[in-house]
Nanobody, 115 residues
Framework: QVQLVESGGGLVQPGGSLRLSCAAS????????MDWYHQAPGKQRELVAS???????NYVDSVKGRFTISRDNAKNMVYLQMNNLKPEDTGVYYC?????????WGQGTQVTVSS
């Protein structure tokens, strides 16, 4: 059974930084692209960053230059480094993986950007 557990959220002032972590219990983790999604209050969940099995990354325009996704295949971990945070980055961040049969989600971690 696939489990994804996020951590690292919290309250931060605008311009601050946070590093989110996702621990994945997933066989052959290194073979799967991994994604981070963001759900702002009252809005739909949105893909903000993804990383392929080979380490190629993609970002939504609103976070380019501020967020960095990375992975450590030896530890089955995915990270999202978030810098220069803005109030609109507030919301729940979810780690996710598409196994081919099913998309799995973690429980999410809350990020609040406010002064």
């Amino acid at each position: 059974q696939v489990q994804l557990v996020e951590s690292g959220g919290g309250l931060v002032q605008p311009g601050g930084s946070l590093r989110l972590s996702c621990a994945a219990s997933l066989s052959f983790f290194n073979l799967y692209p991994m994604d981070w999604y963001h759900q702002a209050p009252g809005k739909q969940r949105e893909l903000v960053a993804s990383i392929t099995s080979g380490g190629v990354t993609n970002y939504v325009d609103s976070v380019k230059g501020r967020f960095t996704i990375s992975r450590d295949n030896a530890k089955n971990m995915v990270y999202l480094q978030m810098n220069n945070l803005k109030p609109e980055d507030t919301g729940v961040y979810y780690c996710s993986v598409d196994s081919g049969n099913l998309r799995y989600w973690g429980q999410g971690t809350q990020v609040t950007v406010s002064s």
